[in-house]
């Protein structure tokens, strides 16, 4: 994608979602006369209250020909990895320039340096006892990142860091952000050895973005919005690959959704895409346990299963040999992990 300076007039890319017109946007006139110019920008001179993540700095600044008040983010260094994931986000907010559940990108440097985008007024993780109390609220938030998430999977991105700092309120509306560390579609990643053997934030990241975060699905931001579910609902801190299910009530089957149910079945697959899946599954049932359950080695397999969990509680990703061992039964089969598909 060619970075030109200036943020488009329209994106190509989704049409579905409409916004607002410039009327009703405060921000219209800085996307009008946005031209790449740092100099047009007075900032403060202190980063605003958690402004300053491992990446990135953001400062309160000031729109200097429209007086609009704007938020301005800079890396913390010019170097290569920190300037491309700035880079990340400036393509996100073009390509998905149509859902207003994306945090916009106003303005930006040719060579992203730097970036302007609205200032929001509060974040998910500043609003925790509020929604907490409040399900519309909750459920509005719910639908904006579900929508983001929508249109982003729909064209291959990944987010790889849903988390509750990372899910702002702006102007009445949820929008995601923070969209610093997105996988690209596949084909258009420059350096996959860049992403490492883990991103994100642990305590809400997928186990895989611990492991091969490179290799990530949309499963995995869908776990992270279950973990950002039950956090909101409980405040219990989270502990990093452990679902947390909030207490008896109709967001609970909606977090063990998103956090159990994932969908990737092991008998469908080798044992070596297993690994990526991470999860385990009964022939007769389709998968019931997500991947941290079978490292702890406390599984709740399904009533219908007679199972018998591993012989060791330490198995991590790394003692994959340990987890071959774990042999189960059900009433209409018996298996016994291998490398080969089991038998009917």
Known sequence: MKITGHFPSGSPALK????????????????????????????EKFPLPDGEGGMGIVHQAVH??????????????????????????????????GNRHVMPVLDFSPRAEWFVMPLAQATAEHLQSQLQHDGQELRALVDAVAAALADAHRLDYLHRDIKPANILQLNGRWVLGDWGIVRRPRGQTTNPKRTGTKIGTAEFGAPELSIAPHHATPASDIYSLGKVI???????????????????????????????????????????????????????????????????????????????????????????????????????????????????
């Not at 740092?38 to 900032?43: E, Q, R, V």
């Not at 010019?78 to 996100?92: D, K, P, S």
């Not at 299910?245 to 063990?256: A, D």
């Not at 040999?321 to 018996?334: A, L, V």
């Open 16 to 43: 579905e979602e409409h916004t607002p017109p410039p009327a009703a946007d405060p921000y219209a006139a800085v996307r009008q006369q946005a031209r790449g110019v740092k100099k047009d920008y007075a900032l």
């Open 64 to 97: 200097k020909p429209t007086n609009t008040v704007v938020a301005f983010k800079k890396p913390r260094s010019l170097r290569e990895n920190l300037t491309a994931r700035m880079l990340r986000e400036i393509e996100v907010a073009q390509a998905l320039g």
């Open 230 to 344: 039950g956090w909101l609902l409980t405040g219990t801190d989270p502990q990093p690959n452990i679902p947390l299910l909030p207490p008896p009530g109709p967001w609970r089957s909606v977090v063990r959704h998103c956090c159990y149910d994932r969908r990737r079945s092991l008998s469908s697959s080798t044992w070596s895409n297993a690994r990526r899946a991470r999860t385990w599954t009964c022939p007769s049932r389709g998968p019931s346990s997500s991947w941290q359950q079978l490292r702890r080695g406390t599984p709740a397999p399904p009533a219908s299963c007679s199972c018998s969990p591993p012989t060791t509680a330490t198995t991590t990703s790394s003692t994959w040999t340990s987890c071959r061992s774990w042999t189960w039964t059900s009433p209409r089969r018996s298996c016994s992990p291998t490398p080969n598909r089991p038998s009917p």
